[in-house]
């Protein structure tokens, strides 16, 4: 081999060309086999990946496209026996080369593992192989061609690939590809179980089979989306059966993409909420008739209270008929949150609406009140908002009341102060009445905090403090 051709072609030309082989197992250049010579002209310019084990000792001789797959060894395993360059997988590689030396068959695999170390960590690759012997002219075995291809990252997909599949396999859920026209490419057990199709069924068939009739556009709002390459976040819906009946069902849906990054189709997950959608009607009827009676139990208090002492007592039924007023108002908010709790706004607005809203300055951040403390407050709040329009801030046309409250992150407290102003002079009370304890000793104990109510001169005041627990969201 004419180290004048080789040396400008390429690195790794260059580097076996300056190399001193007077030093190496193989000797000068000029002393090699011509079998050896001939094919490391053909390796070096060669794409594919290529190292030649060479001599009794397999000393390396690889191309650029090889140098790329062996990280921090190369170069100072050129020219070295394999041993020493290869030395955590020797007992691996040595066999493989022995083989190929001693019988001269070739030696194939596919996708098979070295554990190598070429980034100062030993790691686990995968090689496509090939080792087969080099001739010379009487037919002795001089060296081993190695023609190799990494396949790490395929093997890895693979498996991910596997695993995801044996995962949409296992899946209760409902999972299933579909390409482009809508056809159904994938359909795995849960899918079966969900829709009543068995797989060899449903392949091929499109999409639109399991849409209701109803919902005509729906799968063009989907594709369209896909389209885009957005992912459909999970949404309620319905699918019809094989035998007709609608499902409901939680539906996501996302883009599938090829090698590059081209969307090809979608994959849907369907899940089985049928249970849930009959727990929430029955949750609604339940809700509806416990609504129902709970009116009709205030409504006949109410007509009770009217024909015992009503008519012969109005002032006296008044302040109980408005707090009962107050009570189904509460009732009614809670109503419109299923009773889960209301908004501590909601309930301001509702007893500042009841005495004129443009009289209240109002102003807090937004907070989740328990169902327990909606009904206390909001009787509290309706016992300062009369006491105002009897003697305070409400009973003169130019008074005005504030609600403000904030919320301390730090201490976990929330703090609400009602504050009347521009009403006449105020006299605090002789007697402590029913509405007084309302106000201090019940919202206390509901909100397990401090009531403080001052009857000042220029106006009523009332401070309420109380920690935040969990519920208060």
């Known amino acids: 081999m004419a180290t004048e051709s080789i040396s400008d072609r390429n690195e790794m030309a260059r580097l076996i060309a300056a190399l001193d082989w007077h030093n190496c ?19 070096l310019p060669a794409h594919a990946q290529i190292v030649i084990f060479a001599g009794d000792d397999y000393v390396a001789l690889y191309n650029d496209a090889y140098a790329t797959t062996i990280g921090n060894k190369h170069p100072t395993v050129l020219g070295r026996p394999a041993r020493e360059g290869w ?13 190929v030396r001693t019988t001269g068959n070739t030696v194939s695999a596919q996708d098979r593992p070295f554990h190598i170390d070429r980034h100062g960590y030993v790691e686990t690759v995968h090689f496509d192989i090939s080792y087969s012997p080099i001739r010379d ?31 949409v396999a296992s899946s209760t859920d409902a999972i299933l590809g579909m390409d482009l026209d809508r056809n159904i490419t994938a359909w795995n057990r849960g899918a079966e179980v969900l829709y009543g199709y068995a797989e060899h069924e449903i392949l091929g068939r499109p999409v639109t089979l399991l849409v209701p009739d109803s919902r005509p556009e729906e799968e063009d709002l989907i594709m369209a989306q896909i389209m885009a390459g957005n992912l459909i976040d999970t949404y309620e819906t319905q699918r019809r059966h094989k035998n007709g009946s609608l499902i409901d069902v939680s539906l996501c849906v996302s883009p599938i993409h090829d090698r590059q990054g081209r969307i090809v189709g979608a994959s849907k997950i369907a899940r089985d909420i049928g249970s849930k959608k009959q727990a929430e009607r029955l949750q609604r ?36 008929s408005d ?41 807090g951040p937004d907070l989740h009140l328990p169902p327990r403390a909606v009904v206390t ?13 009897k003697y305070g801030a409400l009973s003169v046309p130019e008074g005005n009341i504030s609600i403000h409250w904030a919320c ?54 009332c401070q309420v403090r109380a920690p935040l627990d969990a519920s208060w969201d």
């Open 137 to 167: 002219e009487g037919g002795s075995i001089r060296a081993v061609l190695c023609i190799v291809a990494e396949t790490t990252e395929r093997v890895k997909a693979l498996k991910a690939e596997r695993r995801l599949s044996a995962i």
């Open 323 to 363: 707090r009962l007023r107050a009570l189904a108002q509460a009732h009614d908010l809670l109503i419109q949150r299923s009773w889960e709790g209301a908004s501590l706004a909601s309930v301001v607005d509702g007893v500042a609406s009841a005495f004129g809203h443009e009289r209240f300055d109002i102003a």
């Open 87 to 99: 030395a955590e997988l020797w007992a691996d590689l040595e066999p493989l080369l022995h083989e």
């Open 285 to 320: 009827l339940l809700m509806g008739e416990l609504n129902h009676r709970v009116k009709n139990v205030l409504a006949t208090v109410q007509a009770i209270a009217n024909q015992s002492f009503g008519r012969d007592e109005p002032e006296r039924f008044k302040p109980f």
């Open 408 to 461: 301390s992150t730090e201490t976990a407290t929330f703090r609400l102060t009602w504050q009347e102003r521009g009403g006449p002079t105020v006299t605090p009370p002789t007697e402590t009445g029913f509405g007084s304890m309302l106000i201090t000793d019940a919202l206390a104990a509901e909100l397990n905090g401090e009531v403080e109510l001052q009857h000042q001169p220029d106006g009523t005041v």
């Open 377 to 389: 407050l909001s009787l509290a709040l309706h016992e300062l908002a009369t006491n105002a329009a």
């Open 25 to 43: 197992a193989l000797g000068p250049m000029r002393d090699w086999p011509a079998c050896l010579r001939a094919a490391v002209e053909f390796a």
